[in-house]
């Protein structure tokens, strides 16, 4: 599947005006789509962020990193 994050910002509210996206094909499974939101939060500033994790069925977890 083909997936596209767009991140908007105000100038007011952000101190920088613009857009920032971030587009991928062939997201497959939930390890690319965790690595894909994972992307997109480094993209849109969120420079912090190490890894993004999905909480699944039975308990077992799923992260963004390797």
Same mark, same amino acid.
């Given at each position: 599947? @083909?997936? $596209?994050? =767009?991140?908007?910002?105000?100038?007011? $509210?952000?101190?920088? @005006?613009?857009?920032? /996206?971030?587009? =991928?094909? $062939?997201?497959?499974? !939930? *390890?690319?789509? !965790? *690595?894909?939101?994972?992307?997109? &939060? !480094?993209?849109?500033?969120? /420079?912090?962020?190490e890894s993004i994790g999905a909480h699944k069925e039975g308990g077992? &977890?799923?992260?963004?990193?390797?």
């Amino acid at each position: 599947m @083909q997936v $596209e994050i =767009r991140f908007y910002m105000d100038k007011e $509210e952000d101190g920088v @005006q613009g857009s920032v /996206t971030i587009q =991928r094909d $062939e997201v497959d499974n !939930l *390890h690319d789509l !965790l *690595h894909l939101y994972h992307d997109a &939060c !480094l993209a849109a500033g969120f /420079t912090y962020v190490e890894s993004i994790g999905a909480h699944k069925e039975g308990g077992e &977890c799923s992260w963004s990193s390797f």
